[in-house]
């Protein structure tokens, strides 16, 4: 099974950067995913690491370290629109299934 | 039109009343998943299927029974509702691709309300 943990609320002002940790502790990793969830809609897929390193995609980024468990989403010129939630999701090796951590709620503001 | 169709968006039911969910997707994907989501809480896995033979259970399926009538159909019933099912439901499908991601897509939601 999975542990995944991220913090509940993050606060930040428009134009910033805001980074978003997630920690996770599997019996198989095979690959980290980050969503975006806007209040009463569905997730939407932002990125995925499989291997460590960062992966870049415009103003987002994601980074993942095997050996720590450990990913960030790292947000930047934020925009007031990036006021989410936004999810971290484990997959495991043995079935494929993921796992979600809590997600975390960003608020951006003016 | 959208990829992941979910009927209805919205139930309020009464306790004991049987319930459908369905879910249709236009991807062509092979796997597909239900799942809720409570305030709080991370999105539980409810049961998921990985083709149309292949149905499994996921963390929290007591309540809960699925039928893949069709490689694009889902659908989701709680036999007798109560009131701790209330939540958000959410449909997904994904690809087996050989070294693919197996990325997740999600349809709208169904929001139910057990009274």
């Known amino acids: 099974g999975q542990n995944i943990d991220q913090p509940t609320e993050m606060t930040a002002t428009e134009g910033a950067i805001v980074q978003i940790n997630c920690t996770y502790q599997t019996s198989g990793f095979n690959g980290l995913f980050w969503y975006q969830q806007h209040a009463g809609e569905a997730p939407t897929f932002l990125s995925y690491n499989v291997l460590d390193g960062l992966e870049e995609k415009g103003r987002f980024s994601s980074f993942l370290s095997r050996s720590k468990g450990y990913s960030y989403l790292l947000l930047k010129e934020l925009q007031m629109k990036d006021s989410a939630s936004y999810l971290c999701a484990v997959r495991d090796k043995s079935d494929y299934k993921l796992s979600f951590g809590a997600g975390t709620t960003v608020t951006v503001r003016a | 039109d959208a990829d992941v169709t979910q009927t209805p968006r919205n139930r309020i039911t009464k306790t004991g009343k049987r319930i459908m969910l369905e879910c249709s997707q236009t991807k062509g994907h092979d796997r597909m998943y239900w799942y809720r989501q409570d305030p709080g809480l991370g999105l539980q896995l409810i049961y998921y299927?990985?083709?149309?033979?292949?149905?499994n259970k996921g963390e929290i399926s007591d309540g809960y029974s699925v039928s893949r009538q069709a490689q694009a159909k889902f659908s989701l019933s709680l036999e007798s509702a109560i009131p701790n099912q209330t939540a958000l439901y959410f449909c997904?499908?994904?690809?087996?691709?050989?070294?693919?991601?197996?990325?997740?897509?999600f349809g709208p939601g169904t929001r139910l309300t057990v009274l």
């Open positions: 997904a499908t994904s690809e087996t691709l050989a070294g693919g991601t197996d990325t997740q897509y």
């Open positions: 299927s990985f083709d149309v033979k292949d149905i």
